[in-house]
């Protein structure tokens, strides 16, 4: 394997090649080699096409192999039958990116094309992007190498796109919305590059102010977590991602499997990277604009100024939707408002100068709160009125931002007729934080401060390892051996209770008794209460076998329990070779949680907390993570659990034992994690008692990867 090339060299390539450059005008070839030329590329230029001569007044060569240059970037841009030979030639030359534009590979089940192209470059040292892609645009060196509108503006907004098309859409949509593009590339069929070595590009890419990834499927979650969690504490990223598939969820066994919907763990882990979901394309658009051109507020507390109640209303609404505190110092806001406000209107928060306020009282008002350092926020409001000028209006807010909008941020939305339409899509090209709805406006400054509240969150330690939480992990290998050696892929109830047992997570004692005398000796041995279940690797589904008694109390009911266990496992599996019958301890009541870890098909090892018994499928109030994580994440995914009141205590019952509950979370990640023959764990119920009383796990089921 050669020398991976810098990841520079495909965002500011100082050379770059067409390969199926052309000078007819509706290929692709001759689009991408145009856009190239017409956007002013800083580099030198090769177009590649096997009739020579002259494309678009550039020389054009036969071959790469006649060029006397380093090649940074090639575009490929001819048939799939003939892309093999084109690469083969580009990575013996020593191209360092080859973007591969062309389509016909793993997208339509050539997988084993596709692989022999990124075998053949990785030998030397060539990367591929895409295949199935629409080239790459980076401002950096002025480089539209793509199929999509020449004319795209420049600024400092990124987007990594998978779709191709919606790539090229987003190129015009941008245009339209004023946004200016940093880069814009898609990854395609993500053969080689994926979007993870993009992102880590534009995390130091001074250019680039805010982040916007299109994601239909991710393939390498393990690797993409880590970097978003890093781009994240320096710039915002904006993900929006569509193709919720079920597929990984239904193939997966245990509950933990049928929970893990694949968007509902998406969700979870973009939140745990500090990513910022939007549900449109318009809405992620809309918000790398705004985070990209603002500063971080300096505190939390927002005021709405507004001349209509109902808009003060829906803006206050929206607040309480996309977390945006509002300022509620009565004295200060009367203070600072009472020159703005009539007698009829409100220095309350929002801030009411009446239907009669002309553009002099709304500047007043603005001023007013640019000018208090414990305002920190801006939401302003307006409905049309015979008192407001279109010409005044765009003056007036045009001006404050170019006054405040640096240091203070402010969002706008007026709502009215031409007149006011006009106004805005007149503002938004001159910058100023405008909207046409009250929630797009209050959502915009919500996603600012849900990147500051990143930016300061307290880094978390997620260096755990099986060890440091004093997981017994030779134990654990040594009941695995033994599950292998008997050619299962699941663990029976004693081989689970004797994992937790080397995890150092409580399960009720227990014993195996093989007749009745030695089951009541067992009971006695533990204790009244007792339950019994049967052991047989054939019976999984012990209750609907009738295999398993609960609350025995006496002799007479073991041994009555033992031989109706006996007699209904035989009748519900004739077969089943039957071990013997478990006592086991009958716990007391206590909040039932559950815990699980799983190999997710995306994200690699993933853990589920939530609300745990027999309603966790119908209650689906679970939180996700990807593993590692630390004690503050594990803590986080504790309380956004909409149980999570339950276990702080309701009606004056005390706050269970959360600590112990973080720390079976990250017991269970941490043993997927290390011990890599395990693909499931599931906990339910992990019963929770009162703070400092522990938990209790009742159930443990695990499973094993298939042997390769
Ligand atoms: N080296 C250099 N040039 C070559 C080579 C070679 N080895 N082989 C052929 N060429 C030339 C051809 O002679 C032709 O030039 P000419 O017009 O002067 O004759 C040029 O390269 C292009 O070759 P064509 O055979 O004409 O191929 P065409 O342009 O029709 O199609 C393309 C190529 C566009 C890559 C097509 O195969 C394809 O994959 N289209 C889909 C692209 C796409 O949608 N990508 C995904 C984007 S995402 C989305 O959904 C939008």
Same mark, same amino acid.
């Given at each position: 394997?050669?020398?991976?090339?810098?990841?520079?060299?495909?965002?500011?390539?100082?050379?770059?090649?067409?390969?199926?450059?052309?000078?007819?005008?509706?290929?692709?070839?001759?689009?991408?080699?145009?856009?190239?030329?017409?956007?002013?590329?800083?580099?030198?230029?090769?177009?590649?096409?096997?009739?020579?001569?002259?494309?678009?007044?550039?020389?054009?060569?036969?071959?790469?192999?006649?060029?006397?240059?380093?090649?940074?970037?090639?575009?490929?841009?001819?048939?799939?039958?003939?892309?093999?030979?084109?690469?083969?030639?580009?990575?013996?030359?020593?191209?360092?990116?080859?973007?591969?534009?062309?389509?016909?590979?793993?997208?339509?089940?050539?997988?084993?094309?596709?692989?022999?192209?990124?075998?053949?470059?990785?030998?030397?040292?060539?990367?591929?992007?895409?295949?199935?892609?629409?080239?790459?645009?980076?401002?950096?060196?002025?480089?539209?190498?793509?199929?999509?509108?020449?004319?795209?503006?420049?600024?400092?907004?990124?987007?990594?796109?998978?779709?191709?098309?919606?790539?090229?859409?987003?190129?015009?949509?941008?245009?339209?919305?004023?946004?200016?593009?940093?880069?814009?590339?898609?990854?395609?069929?993500?053969?080689?590059?994926?979007?993870?070595?993009?992102?880590?590009?534009?995390?130091?890419?001074?250019?680039?102010?805010?982040?916007?990834?299109?994601?239909?499927?991710?393939?390498?979650?393990?690797?993409?977590?880590?970097?978003?969690?890093?781009?994240?504490?320096? #710039?915002?990223?904006?993900?929006?991602?569509?193709?919720?598939?079920?597929?990984?969820?239904?193939?997966?066994?245990?509950?933990?499997?049928?929970?893990?919907?694949?968007?509902?763990?998406?969700?979870?882990?973009?939140?745990?990277?500090?990513?910022?979901?939007?549900?449109?394309?318009?809405?992620?658009?809309?918000?790398?604009?705004?985070?990209?051109?603002?500063?971080?507020?300096?505190?939390?507390?927002?005021?709405?100024?507004?001349?209509?109640?109902?808009?003060?209303?829906?803006?206050?609404?929206?607040?309480?939707? &996309?977390?945006?505190?509002?300022?509620?110092?009565?004295?200060?806001?009367?203070?600072?408002?009472?020159?703005?406000?009539?007698?009829?209107?409100?220095?309350?928060?929002?801030?009411?100068?009446?239907?009669?306020?002309?553009?002099?009282?709304?500047?007043?008002?603005?001023?007013?709160?640019?000018?208090?350092?414990?305002?920190?926020?801006?939401?302003?409001?307006?409905?049309?009125?015979?008192?407001?000028?279109?010409?005044?209006?765009?003056?007036?807010?045009?001006?404050?931002?170019?006054?405040?909008?640096?240091?203070?941020?402010?969002?706008?939305?007026?709502?009215?007729?031409?007149?006011?339409?006009?106004?805005?899509?007149?503002?938004?090209?001159?910058?100023?934080?405008?909207? &046409?709805?009250?929630?797009?406006?209050?959502?915009?400054?919500?996603?600012?401060?849900?990147?500051?509240?990143?930016?300061?969150?307290?880094?978390?330690?997620?260096?755990?390892?099986?060890?440091?939480?004093?997981?017994?992990?030779?134990?654990?290998?040594?009941?695995?051996?033994?599950?292998?050696?008997?050619?299962?892929?699941?663990?029976?109830?004693?081989?689970?209770?004797?994992?937790?047992?080397?995890?150092?997570?409580?399960?009720?004692?227990?014993?195996?008794?093989?007749?009745?005398?030695?089951?009541?000796?067992?009971?006695?041995?533990?204790?009244?209460?007792?339950?019994?279940?049967?052991?047989?690797?054939?019976?999984?589904?012990?209750?609907?076998?009738?295999?398993?008694?609960?609350?025995?109390?006496?002799?007479?009911?073991?041994?009555?329990?033992?031989?109706?266990?006996?007699?209904?496992? #035989?009748?519900?599996?004739?077969?089943?070779?039957?071990?013997?019958?478990?006592?086991?301890?009958?716990?007391?009541?206590?909040?039932?949680?559950?815990?699980?870890?799983?190999?997710?098909?995306?994200?690699?090892?993933?853990?589920?907390?939530?609300?745990?018994?027999?309603?966790?499928?119908?209650?689906?109030?679970?939180?996700?993570?990807?593993?590692?994580?630390?004690?503050?994440?594990?803590?986080?995914?504790?309380?956004?659990?909409?149980?999570?009141?339950?276990?702080?205590?309701?009606?004056?019952?005390?706050?269970?034992?959360?600590?112990?509950?973080?720390?079976?979370?990250?017991?269970?990640?941490?043993?997927?994690?290390?011990?890599?023959?395990?693909?499931?764990?599931?906990?339910?119920?992990?019963?929770?008692?009162?703070?400092?009383?522990?938990?209790?796990?009742?159930?443990?089921?695990?499973?094993?990867?298939?042997?390769?």
């Amino acid at each position: 394997m050669a020398e991976k090339p810098d990841i520079k060299f495909m965002f500011e390539p100082r050379s770059v090649a067409v390969i199926g450059a052309s000078s007819k005008q509706e290929k692709i070839g001759y689009k991408v080699l145009r856009n190239i030329v017409g956007g002013g590329f800083q580099g030198r230029i090769y177009p590649i096409n096997p009739g020579g001569g002259m494309i678009l007044d550039k020389v054009a060569f036969k071959s790469v192999d006649e060029i006397d240059d380093e090649i940074d970037l090639g575009i490929v841009s001819i048939p799939a039958k003939y892309t093999f030979d084109a690469v083969k030639e580009c990575a013996d030359k020593g191209v360092k990116y080859l973007a591969i534009i062309t389509s016909g590979f793993s997208e339509v089940g050539k997988i084993k094309e596709e692989q022999e192209i990124v075998d053949y470059c990785a030998e030397r040292g060539t990367r591929v992007i895409g295949p199935n892609i629409i080239g790459v645009y980076t401002s950096a060196v002025s480089l539209n190498a793509t199929f999509g509108p020449r004319d795209v503006n420049t600024g400092n907004v990124a987007i990594i796109t998978q779709s191709g098309a919606l790539g090229i859409a987003m190129m015009g949509k941008t245009k339209v919305m004023n946004i200016g593009l940093s880069a814009l590339v898609s990854c395609g069929n993500k053969a080689d590059v994926d979007e993870a070595e993009m992102l880590e590009y534009l995390i130091d890419d001074d250019s680039t102010r805010a982040i916007m990834m299109y994601i239909e499927g991710v393939k390498n979650g393990d690797r993409l977590v880590p970097v978003l969690k890093r781009a994240t504490r320096k #710039k915002p990223v904006v993900v929006i991602k569509s193709g919720s598939s079920k597929r990984g969820a239904v193939a997966a066994a245990s509950h933990t499997g049928s929970l893990a919907g694949s968007d509902a763990v998406f969700s979870d882990i973009m939140a745990q990277c500090g990513v910022i979901r939007a549900e449109s394309i318009d809405e992620a658009l809309r918000w790398c604009k705004y985070l990209a051109s603002s500063s971080e507020p300096c505190g939390k507390n927002a005021v709405i100024i507004t001349n209509g109640g109902g808009m003060g209303v829906l803006a206050t609404d929206a607040c309480e939707k &996309y977390n945006v505190q509002l300022y509620d110092d009565l004295d200060v806001l009367k203070k600072a408002f009472a020159m703005s406000v009539p007698e009829f209107g409100s220095t309350k928060n929002p801030v009411d100068i009446t239907g009669q306020a002309t553009l002099d009282d709304y500047e007043n008002a603005l001023e007013a709160a640019a000018a208090r350092d414990d305002i920190h926020s801006i939401i302003c409001l307006g409905c049309e009125t015979a008192t407001m000028d279109a010409e005044r209006l765009l003056v007036s807010l045009d001006k404050f931002n170019r006054k405040h909008g640096k240091v203070k941020p402010a969002v706008f939305s007026f709502f009215g007729g031409a007149m006011i339409e006009n106004a805005i899509s007149n503002l938004m090209t001159r910058g100023v934080p405008i909207f &046409y709805d009250v929630y797009e406006a209050v959502g915009a400054l919500g996603v600012l401060y849900e990147f500051s509240r990143t930016l300061h969150r307290e880094p978390d330690d997620d260096n755990v390892t099986a060890e440091s939480l004093g997981v017994d992990v030779p134990a654990i290998e040594e009941i695995i051996k033994k599950v292998r050696a008997d050619n299962r892929l699941f663990l029976l109830s004693y081989e689970s209770a004797a994992l937790m047992s080397a995890a150092g997570i409580r399960m009720p004692q227990n014993a195996i008794a093989h007749n009745s005398e030695e089951a009541v000796r067992a009971a006695e041995q533990i204790g009244y209460p007792v339950v019994m279940k049967v052991v047989s690797k054939d019976i999984i589904h012990k209750s609907d076998a009738g295999g398993v008694a609960l609350d025995l109390l006496n002799t007479k009911e073991v041994e009555d329990a033992y031989d109706a266990i006996m007699y209904n496992c #035989k009748k519900y599996k004739s077969d089943a070779l039957i071990e013997g019958v478990e006592i086991a301890e009958q716990v007391k009541p206590g909040t039932e949680t559950i815990i699980g870890a799983r190999i997710d098909h995306s994200f690699g090892p993933t853990v589920m907390f939530g609300l745990g018994g027999i309603y966790v499928e119908v209650m689906k109030d679970v939180a996700f993570r990807a593993f590692p994580l630390g004690r503050k994440e594990a803590l986080a995914m504790i309380s956004e659990i909409k149980s999570y009141p339950l276990l702080l205590g309701v009606r004056g019952e005390k706050r269970k034992d959360i600590n112990l509950l973080v720390d079976a979370i990250l017991k269970v990640g941490a043993i997927l994690y290390s011990i890599k023959d395990i693909s499931d764990i599931e906990i339910n119920p992990l019963i929770a008692y009162d703070e400092g009383d522990g938990a209790i796990a009742l159930d443990a089921r695990i499973l094993l990867k298939p042997q390769q």
